[in-house]
């Protein structure tokens, strides 16, 4: 139930950089970075017709981030206008893995890969992948 990374179409999502994501100097702070990778999972899992208040509320379930690598390659600015992107890359039986990229046009400003776990919402215990999760493919994710 694994797939090894490889090219693939990404699901993409525009955020715009507003004052409250800067620094003094009209720098993006770094914590905010997070932020923007959020909703670009967030809106990739809503693409796939999925709402996560339904997922905690009807199935127990709960996507967390459970580890995280980042390279800051760029700044972006105020006002910049950035493309989130998610690629799915791996399935395991209670965790997946994308990978995230942040472009300002055609520039990477930052790459990101994450493992997410399925949780039970009531215990945070690990819980198997939902049967959403395992369709064959899910939109966004590398070919095997």
Known sequence: MTSEP???????????IYWEDTDAGGVVYHARYLHFLERGRTEWVRALGIHQQSLR???????AVRDMNIEFLKP????DLLQVTVVLTMRRSASFTVAQE??????CLVRAQMRIACLHASSFKPRPLPKWMLADPIPGESPR
């Open 102 to 107: 942040l472009f300002r046009d055609n520039e």
């Open 57 to 63: 509320d009807s199935d127990d379930l709960v996507l």
């Open 76 to 79: 972006a600015r105020l006002d």
């Open 6 to 16: 490889a090219s693939a179409v990404p699901f993409s999502f525009p955020i715009r």
